[in-house]
Nanobody
């Protein structure tokens, strides 16, 4: 069993930066691939970024390429998302997620096994 807890959400002005964190706890945390998704009311969860085990590879959704950066600290079971130059459309609830699969479809929510409760990000003009 794996538990995920996000933090770092808040309110920022357009063009500003924010860094999200996610800590994993539980049993058998090794070999987890992880990702960030985001969701707004009335819409499905949208893929943001993913990182493999132990963190050598990463993939980003087109809307955030060049502005967001995903990373992880394996010894501390931590996942991060550095968000720079935030735009209004970046406002959403951001979710941390993980899978034990070594190969998977990065942007498909059903491929992931564990989810955090989400952390809200608000962007103002």
């Amino acid at each position: 069993q794996v538990q995920l807890q996000e933090s770092g959400g808040g309110s920022v002005q357009a063009g500003g930066s924010l860094r999200l964190s996610c800590v994993a706890s539980g049993n058998s945390l090794g070999s987890l691939s992880m990702a960030w998704f985001r969701q707004v009311p009335g819409k499905g969860r949208e893929f943001v970024a993913a990182i493999g085990w132990p963190g050598y590879t990463a993939r980003y959704a087109d809307p955030v390429k060049g502005r967001f950066s995903i990373s992880r600290d394996v010894p501390q079971d931590m996942l991060f998302l550095q968000m720079d130059n935030l735009k209004l459309e970046g406002a959403a609830t951001y979710y941390c997620t993980a899978t034990r699969r070594s190969s998977w479809c990065w942007g498909k929510p059903s491929e992931y096994d564990y989810w955090g409760q989400g952390t809200q990000v608000t962007v103002s003009s």
